[in-house]
């Protein structure tokens, strides 16, 4: 059973910073891409960056400049840093994986429980 678990939300104060962690556990054949989601109270879900397998990146407009992704493919693990953080970036944020557990099959997209972020004015 493949597992995702992230950790490092937390409460802070605008300006000031969070690291994201997000470890992947279980069966795992391979992982291609990761992800990090966020959804905040009222609004759907929305993409916050992606890191390929390959090391393409991709931010949403929202945080580039103050969000970094970066992965550690030894550990299964991706990361997320957080600085400059503002109130609207409060959500709970979701690791996602797309993972095979067996070489002759094709990925599927994993998610974790999410983990709250939540920044103060």
């Known amino acids: 059973q493949v597992q995702l678990a992230e950790s490092g939300g937390g409460l802070v104060q605008a300006g000031g910073s969070l690291r994201l962690s997000c470890v992947a556990s279980?069966?795992?054949?391979?992982?291609?891409?990761m992800y990090w989601h966020r959804q905040a109270p009222g609004k759907q879900r929305e993409l916050v960056a992606v890191?390929?397998?390959?090391?393409?990146?991709n931010y949403a407009d929202a945080v580039k400049g103050r969000f970094t992704i970066s992965r550690d493919n030894a550990k299964n693990t991706v990361y997320l840093q957080m600085n400059s953080l503002k109130p609207e970036d409060t959500a709970v944020y979701y690791c996602?994986?797309?993972?095979?557990?067996?070489?002759?099959?094709?990925?599927?997209?994993?998610w974790g429980q999410g983990t709250q972020v939540t920044v103060s004015s």
């Open positions: 996602n994986a797309d993972i095979s557990t067996a070489e002759v099959m094709g990925v599927q997209r994993y």
């Open positions: 279980g069966s795992i054949f391979s992982i291609n891409a």
């Open positions: 890191f390929t397998r390959g090391g393409s990146i």
